[in-house]
């Protein structure tokens, strides 16, 4: 069965680290290009972070750049987030997804408070 | 970046009854927009790309139009298993932008 599952999620004071990870079943990350997209407690949804099949090409939503870092481990079948100096508005469910967002994950929830 | 605006927020309708939900840009984006459709707890799920190609698996009363700037998510005749959010995407730029939704419920 093709999947992804993510994992990492839970509670982190503000200012701290998490690493989030998903792990695709079924067909290999290789070919393809993955995003995150988290979704706050009773909000909407937003992208969040995307890296190319190829990892040469990465962008980030304003509100996570220069403190999250997306990356693939082919090798592991796996996308990672790295969220360092984490807020309280990072506090949501995450999500991963395929690049034309035929196939998501679950989600995990990071919940950021102290 | 991309704004899109959706509407309505929130819309209530009975089933049978045919629904029409918009997604505005603010610039042009070809036909790069999907639509999405999520069930409390659930991840999103793909209904519709560029714009108006059916994803495999959605059932034909769902569709979609549009290009450049004006898209409408439209469903011929609500069943019960439609009552939920649905959101358009935008990933003709980036950074990618969502829709704020529309909650379609039961009237």
């Known amino acids: 069965e093709v999947q992804l599952e993510e994992s990492g999620g839970g509670l982190v004071q503000p200012g701290g680290s998490l690493r989030l990870s998903c792990a695709a079943s079924g067909f290999t990350l290789t070919s393809y290009s993955m995003h995150w997209v988290r979704q706050a407690p009773g909000k909407g949804l937003e992208w969040v972070s995307y890296i190319r099949n190829t990892m040469d090409t990465i962008y980030y939503a304003d509100s996570v750049k220069g403190r999250f870092t997306i990356s693939k481990d082919n090798a592991k079948n796996s996308l990672y987030l790295q969220m360092n100096s984490l807020r309280d508005e990072d506090t949501a469910v995450y999500f991963c997804?395929?690049?034309?967002?035929?196939?998501w994950g679950r989600g995990t929830l990071v919940t950021v408070s102290s | 970046d991309i704004q899109m605006t959706q509407s309505p927020s929130s819309l209530s309708a009975s089933v049978g009854d045919r629904v029409t939900i918009t997604c505005r840009a603010s610039q042009g984006i070809r036909n790069d927009l999907g639509w999405f459709q999520q069930k409390p707890g659930k991840a999103p799920k793909l209904l519709i790309y560029?714009?108006?190609s059916l994803q495999s698996g959605v059932p034909s009363r769902f569709s979609g139009s549009g290009s450049g700037t004006d898209f409408t998510l439209t469903i011929s005749s609500l069943q019960p298993e439609d009552f939920a959010t649905y959101y358009c995407l935008q990933h003709n730029n980036y950074p990618l932008t969502f829709g704020q939704g529309t909650r379609l419920e039961i009237k």
């Open positions: 997804a395929v690049g034309y967002f035929d196939l």
């Open positions: 560029a714009a108006s």
